[in-house]
T-cell receptor
Framework: GENVEQHPSTLSVQEGDSAVIKCTYSDSASNYFPWYKQELGKRPQLIIDIRSNVGEKKDQRIAVTLNKTAKHFSLHITETQPEDSAVYFCAASTWFVNDMRFGAGTRLTVKP | GAVVSQHPSRVICKSGTSVKIECRSLDFQATTMFWYRQFPKKSLMLMATSNEGSKATYEQGVEKDKFLINHASLTLSTLTVTSAHPEDSSFYIC????????????????FGPGTRLTVL
């Protein structure tokens, strides 16, 4: 089955700096890669996703890149703000099968 | 947007009792719902996939007799923790996927707010 690894487990940045979180996956059949943000005590919320037919997707300060050959994908947050502080989870699955697997999570702290 | 509710949000029970947690998709139909368990500062661990009208599919290591799942309608799945023990204390989160993709939405999972179970 799919195995998703996520690094780093914790990340601390200064407000305004960029943050990068990286994930690798094992199943070459995976073709859908969402990223979720979970604030303390709240539910995970989808912030951006990418399908395997594109290499990069951007939404304002958030971007995700995908390298299918190397089986890794990354989340990039630019101009970080204190409200970006949360736990971020990457995930991988195939489009039609109920097999989504999550990474271990990255606790991002943005210092004002 | 799609909303998933969970009830109760918090429950404290005595060891040996059973606890039922409900997961509802409020504005969409979900053939499939997922149950996760999350330990403090840990990731989401998939416990089982709940399929409407059929038996749930359990992940390896999850006791099906311990965690009973029922998905009786396209908007409701329930997880019953039977004979709960302190080690079952955890944060349980459900999620649901839309049945019909004609809406054009990506195949996103929508999460419930979670249920914190404490077994004394």
């Amino acid at each position: 089955g799919e195995n998703v690894e996520q690094h780093p487990s914790t990340l601390s940045v200064q407000e305004g700096d960029s943050a990068v979180i990286k994930c690798t996956y094992s199943d070459s059949a995976s073709n859908y890669f969402p990223w979720y943000k979970q604030e303390l005590g709240k539910r995970p919320q989808l912030i951006i996703d990418i399908r395997s037919n594109v290499g990069e997707k951007k939404d304002q300060r958030i971007a995700v890149t995908l390298n299918k050959t190397a089986k890794h994908f990354s989340l990039h947050i630019t101009e970080t703000q204190p409200e970006d502080s949360a736990v971020y989870f990457c995930a991988a699955s195939t489009w039609f099968v109920n097999d989504m697997r999550f990474g271990a999570g990255t606790r991002l702290t943005v210092k004002p | 947007g799609a909303v998933v509710s969970q009830h109760p949000s918090r429950v404290i029970c005595k060891s040996g009792t059973s606890v039922k947690i409900e997961c509802r998709s409020l504005d969409f139909q979900a053939t499939t719902m997922f149950w996760y368990r999350q330990f403090p500062k840990k990731s989401l661990m998939l416990m089982a996939t709940s399929n409407e009208g059929s038996k749930a599919t359990y992940e390896q290591g999850v006791e099906k007799d311990k965690f009973l799942i029922n998905h009786a309608s396209l908007t409701l799945s329930t997880l019953t923790v039977t004979s709960a023990h302190p080690e079952d204390s955890s944060f349980y989160i459900c999620s649901a996927r839309e049945t019909h993709l004609a809406s054009g939405r990506p195949r996103e999972q929508f999460f419930g707010p979670g249920t914190r179970l404490t077994v004394l």
